[in-house]
């Protein structure tokens, strides 16, 4: 089931690592969704990349957390709420890795993982995307999607009201994201894709809050996921260790940049780099329908195209995710420099 470990698969790890810190320190929890293909491309097991992934990862949640609470964006009490559900769903994603595993090994649960990727990534990424374009363009606001404020509407008990997220829902509305949450989580080791735009479009919160949020509600989930894992034997510590070393200082950056940029900047990122991974993983699903034996075997020259266009689309995604957000939170940066110097300038006169 584990990889032999090179020399060159160690600095890829620890590259791979650090840009996934960044994404999950900028819009939450959604480095998964690179560092998961990634550790497929580089030879791990759909099922052990998921484990491995998901007990490097509540470390890193927590870092972020923490970072992002003092920065005043993650809301506590929102992120309790969720991971409570959310553990439920872990469970429930846990039992059918497991069950797609035993039955059709590993060339099954890589399909699986892959397909609901592809399906996930296309949907949320494209819903996102969108979003993102007319708020860069003027041609929206910033406002309370309209879906989340009919659910704040409905009053039914309990209510609960968020402070930091500035709103009041049921806390009926929260389960099925939570749970959703976490049944990705387990299933293909990235809560983020439902838990932040559950939160922004279902719960009503805004993108910096979501993104921070979802840390939170991360650190518990993979926690609990990560012992669940490790009872099975799954989880490749080499590969979690690698990774956790480049993203514990990846995401402090990215969390750093979340206070110089403004909402759609978020969004942007989030979904092309969701876009861009959904066609590395898709590139490999006629490999895995051919270990199945589902279609013909390939031929040589088209299974090195498919391979080539999954590698170098992934690598496209990493390094578009570490360019937009190093150069959003140096401009950023900058232009806060600017205006407190301005600022100083003013009171002198």
């Not at 497929?40 to 992002?68: D, E, I, Q, T, W």
């Not at 070393?245 to 979340?258: D, E, K, Y």
Request: aromatic residues 8%.
């Amino acid at each position: 089931m584990f990889m032999d470990m090179t020399v060159t698969k160690i600095i890829a790890f620890l590259i791979i690592g650090l840009i996934g810190g960044l994404l999950s320190g900028f819009i939450g929890s959604g480095g998964a969704f690179v560092l998961t293909p990634a550790m497929m491309s580089l030879g791990a097991p759909g099922a052990v990349a998921v484990a491995s992934n998901m007990c490097h990862k509540f470390p890193k949640a927590m870092v972020g957390a923490y970072k992002r609470w003092k920065y005043g964006q993650a809301d506590i009490k929102l992120g309790l709420v969720m991971a409570v559900t959310a553990i439920i769903g872990v469970q429930v994603g846990i039992k059918i890795q497991k069950f797609i595993l035993d039955h059709w090994g590993n060339a099954g649960s890589n399909l699986y993982v892959s397909v609901v990727f592809v399906f996930v990534l296309v949907v949320v990424g494209a819903y996102v995307l969108m979003d993102a374009i007319k708020l860069s363009k003027g041609s929206a606001e910033e406002k309370t999607p309209v879906l989340a404020m009919k659910l704040q509407r409905i009053n039914l008990w309990p209510m609960m009201e968020f402070k930091v997220a500035k709103l009041r829902i049921s806390a009926w509305i929260t389960i099925p994201v939570g749970l959703l949450t976490g049944m990705l989580a387990a299933t293909i080791a990235v809560g983020g894709f439902i838990g932040v735009p559950g939160m922004i479009y279902v719960i009503g919160a805004s993108a910096l809050v979501s993104s921070a949020t979802e840390l939170v509600v991360a650190f518990i989930m993979g926690a609990w996921g990560s012992v669940q894992w490790g009872i099975s034997g799954l989880i490749d510590i080499r590969m979690t260790l690698l990774i956790l070393a480049g993203s514990l200082i990846g995401v402090q950056l990215g969390a750093l940049g979340t206070t110089y940029v403004k909402d759609y900047t978020i969004k942007l990122v989030m979904s092309a780099v969701m876009l861009i991974v959904a066609v590395s993983r898709g590139a490999k699903i006629p490999g895995y329908l051919s270990d199945l034996n589902l279609i013909a075997a390939l031929n040589d020259k088209l299974g090195v195209a498919l391979n080539s266009v999954s590698f170098w689309a992934l690598m496209v995604a990493l390094a578009v995710a570490g360019i937009i957000i190093t150069v959003a939170m140096i401009k950023g940066m900058v232009q806060a420099r600017a205006e407190e110097n301005a600022a100083g300038v003013v009171q002198q006169h």
